[in-house]
């Protein structure tokens, strides 16, 4: 479902952000992005989605190949990749309604279909009650929750979750984990990015670990004592 | 332009109504200009064209001229290619021109009789700059006293026409371009507010047609809001004042002016504002997509 091969990403600045990097996700696995903050995992992301491209080395999700996809197709390869962003990047001045509904907007589906798909997800994710508020007024699980549902707006067969249990705490990032283990299950990939130890060691799913921008370990059942300890020293 | 890029174009109008204003009122001046000079531009060359088509040289002949001297002049002169029409006026002719011009004061009736009036010839000539030799015939001839002609009335009209014209060019290029460039800062603005927004967007899968549009759409209302407006105020102060210039301008057929013609005004200087929108947004959205 996803490939990278040989990967390497450099800034302008000289910052390699990500150094050779390969491995490749089967469809419909669910996996962790381990290491500590710059090592590479929001960059990794950002190729995924086409926001920046590859210094060298090639990127393939299913048949696109990203490196070498038209500017004109970004659009389609975006409505096949749901993202949970690490800020979330929820517009402040729309309901939580409005948000989820934005995607399907921006990808001119048919009101009425729109409507019904918004209905299901915000059902589906928990936050029916909230659909009215604006950002300001939710709970941070509840901001998870809403960023997870415009995500699945267009059933993406691959989601991308960026730290989505960053600034949680314990109760409610195992709620939101447990949200995406449901998605999981239903065949969608999920890639996440996360800090958060007690969750990768405790559910044993197949765990990638970057240092400075380099691969440094592919585990199936991961657990990562380092990750562990870095943890508990924060 | 779907309704949806429309109604997210009056909702950006809506949130910062000072600066839609500002570029409303420009394209307003810009476009009252434009119309304004399109009235001068297109009365001045009715005048012109009336002048121009009118006898521009009249010949006075001598008495001694006999009728095939005449006649041979009027060969010489057709034979020049230069001569849109030309008519003689005898000296009965001549009488009761007079006659008719002056039949509100009988002393100067009884003065004149047809001897002392000269036949005289009126000629058209097919361009303006055929008037200095085809004077130059007449004047040559044995059987020409005197040679009249309007080049200098003409002349100077065109003169005139032709600064008012390069003023009015001078003044839209420069107006033109301040609108542009006020459309760009204010819609350049609206752009940079909704700059996260419109990372979101694009982060969403919109294609940079779907962000770009409703700009556009705001560009054109500007552009087409200042066009019927301008229009408005300068047909209104045109049509005002017609029966005071149809009386100026007694004789030149200006009047009534053509509602299709000032239909024509509006639809050109739509196109026109159609255009500085869409040019305008264009560039104000450009880098945000870049």
Redesign the interface.
């Known amino acids: 479902m996803i490939r990278f091969e040989n990967v390497t990403k450099q800034y302008p600045t000289g910052n390699t952000a990500l150094d050779d990097v390969t491995f490749s996700v089967e469809r419909g696995e669910f996996v962790f992005l381990v290491g500590p903050s710059g090592s590479g995992k929001t960059t990794l992301f950002r190729l995924l989605?086409r926001?920046a491209l590859p210094s060298s080395g090639s990127i393939f999700i299913g048949d696109w190949d990203l490196v070498n996809l038209p500017k004109?197709k970004v659009?389609?390869l975006?409505?096949n990749i749901g993202?949970v962003?690490q800020d979330l990047?929820l517009?402040r001045d729309r309901t939580i309604y409005e948000n989820i509904m934005?995607?399907l907007?921006?990808?001119?589906i048919d009101s009425e279909e729109a409507r019904q798909r918004v209905e299901g997800i915000i059902e589906r994710v928990g936050i029916a009650e909230h659909r009215e508020k604006f950002p300001v007024q939710l709970s941070g699980g509840e901001l998870q929750r809403a960023a997870i549902a415009?995500a699945l707006a267009?059933s993406p067969e691959i989601l991308l979750a960026d730290e989505p249990t960053g600034d949680l705490d314990n109760a409610t990032s195992w709620e939101i984990i447990k949200l995406l283990q449901d998605i999981s299950a239903e065949g969608t990939t999920i890639v996440m990015a996360t800090h958060n130890a007690d969750i990768v060691n405790s559910l044993r799913l197949r765990t990638l670990v970057l240092e400075k921008g380099k691969l440094t370990k592919d585990q199936a059942a991961g657990k990562h004592k380092k990750l562990e300890h870095a943890h508990k020293e924060v | 332009m779907n309704a949806k890029s429309t109604k997210t174009a009056l909702k950006h109008i809506r949130r910062s109504p000072y600066q839609s204003l500002a570029a409303i009122f420009i394209m307003i001046v810009t476009f009252l200009a434009i119309t304004v000079f399109t009235f001068i531009v297109f009365g001045s060359s009715t005048v012109i064209n009336y002048f121009e088509s009118k006898p521009q040289v009249t010949a006075f002949f001598k008495d001694t001229a006999t009728q095939q001297n005449i006649d041979d002049l009027r060969s010489q002169l057709n034979s020049t290619g230069m001569i849109s029409t030309s008519k003689f006026i005898s000296k009965d002719q001549a009488l009761q021109i007079y006659r008719a011009q002056n039949k509100n004061d009988p002393l100067l009736l009884d003065l004149v009789t047809a001897d002392i009036l000269p036949a005289s010839l009126e000629i058209s000539t097919v361009q303006i700059q055929d008037l200095g030799p085809i004077s130059d015939i007449l004047g040559k001839s044995p059987y020409v006293s005197e040679v009249v002609y309007q080049k200098d009335i003409v002349s100077t009209l065109t003169r005139w026409t032709n600064a008012i014209r390069i003023i009015g060019i001078i003044l839209i290029v420069v107006l033109t371009a301040v609108s542009i460039f006020i459309m760009m800062t204010v819609i350049g603005f609206k752009v940079s507010q909704k700059r996260d927004e419109i990372e979101i967007m694009k982060l969403l899968s919109a294609t940079n047609w779907y962000i770009r549009w409703p700009f556009m759409v705001e560009g054109i209302l500007y552009g087409a809001i200042g066009t019927v407006v301008g229009w408005i105020i300068a047909s209104s102060v045109l049509l005002y004042s017609a029966p005071y210039l149809e009386s100026f301008l007694k004789g030149i057929p200006i009047f009534p002016i053509s509602p299709f013609f000032l239909i024509g005004v509006l639809l050109g200087e739509l196109l026109l504002a159609v255009l500085l929108g869409v040019l305008a947004s264009s560039l104000a959205v450009l880098r945000y997509l870049n």
Do not use: T
């Open positions: 989605i926001q004109n659009h389609v975006r409505k993202v962003f990047k517009l934005f995607p907007e921006v990808g001119n415009r267009f």
